[in-house]
């Protein structure tokens, strides 16, 4: 475990996915990410990477050939080299390998990058097409899991809203029970403040089209806390928590890409969202959360 702090939080990952698996409030105690409790989601905050989602019937083709990967792609469940370190920051790395290129045709160097800054964590992406030939086509993105507030009897969050700024209709786009995006059903909602319940996730994730000025904003009223999300360079965002189960954590998650549509070919150059870079070209993604906790 690789631990990174300041006056204000301690923040512990882990080499496995380069893992986020706490962030606690100094002053408090207050844990604000989900333990990984296995009877609910045995994850804190898993890194998607190469894909986002799921692939129709678990398959791309590329060059011809058929490849297999599960949902969210193998990043997750790789080990990462610690990199570099200070007090305040962390950075990792994974580079493709023979393993990789079993399920994914591309040779690459990811990234991950940590740094502490006052009561926020700032996360980027760094991916490398170290190729001089062949264009890397990828998809990244963030799944945090942050603890939020329950109603004992009942199980139902407590008082715990999402709210988009800057208000307005946001596209959102519907999840198939395969985990596909239904494109054709895709529409705007109005995102206001909001307070969730369980139900909200009978049909999986909610998953919205945003932009670079887009936030998120988590309120969890009893325990005093406000969680912000500023995505950078991820067009979309992910917010899940299971169903049925009742768990008491919300994850928001920003990604570049989604899960194919119900439509999709199948070949991996024509995905949905997939994002395409050129030979020895570096791209960069990231985000930040911002923690604030009532004394």
């Not at 905050?45 to 894909?51: D, R, T």
């Amino acid at each position: 475990m690789v631990t990174i702090e300041n006056e204000h939080l301690v923040v512990q990952i882990k080499l496995k996915g380069a893992e986020i698996a706490s962030i606690q409030d100094k002053e408090t105690g207050h844990e604000y990410i989900w333990q990984a409790d296995p009877a609910y989601w045995n994850r804190h905050s898993p890194v998607l990477f190469p894909i986002v989602g799921s692939l129709k019937d678990g398959q791309m083709v590329f060059a011809g050939e058929t490849y297999e990967m599960s949902r969210h792609g193998f990043a997750r469940d790789m080990e990462f080299t610690l990199q570099n370190q200070t007090d305040v920051s962390a950075s990792f790395y994974l580079k493709s390998s023979a393993t990789t290129l079993e399920k994914y045709p591309f040779e690459f160097s990811f990234q991950i990058n940590y740094i502490l800054q006052g009561n926020t964590v700032t996360v980027s992406y760094e991916v490398l097409n170290p190729s001089s030939e062949t264009a890397l086509y990828y998809s990244v993105g963030a799944h945090p899991a942050f603890n939020v507030s329950q109603d004992e009897a009942t199980e139902e969050f407590d008082r715990v809203s999402l709210e988009f700024i800057p208000e307005g209709p946001y596209s959102r786009l519907p999840l198939t029970e395969d985990g596909l995006i239904n494109a054709t059903a895709s529409k705007y909602e109005r995102m206001d403040k909001t307070y969730l319940t369980h139900d909200d996730f009978k049909d999986d994730a909610l998953v919205y089209q945003v932009n670079q000025k887009t936030e998120m904003v988590l309120r969890d009223e009893p325990a005093g806390v406000t969680i912000n999300v500023n995505p950078s360079h991820m067009e979309f965002v992910g917010i899940w928590s299971p169903y049925p189960k009742r768990a008491p954590f919300v994850c928001i998650e920003p990604w570049t890409g989604i899960a194919d549509t119900t439509q999709a070919s199948g070949e991996f150059a024509e995905k949905y969202s997939i994002l395409q870079l050129a030979p020895n070209d570096l791209a960069t993604h990231g985000y930040t959360m911002t923690f604030t906790k009532d004394v």
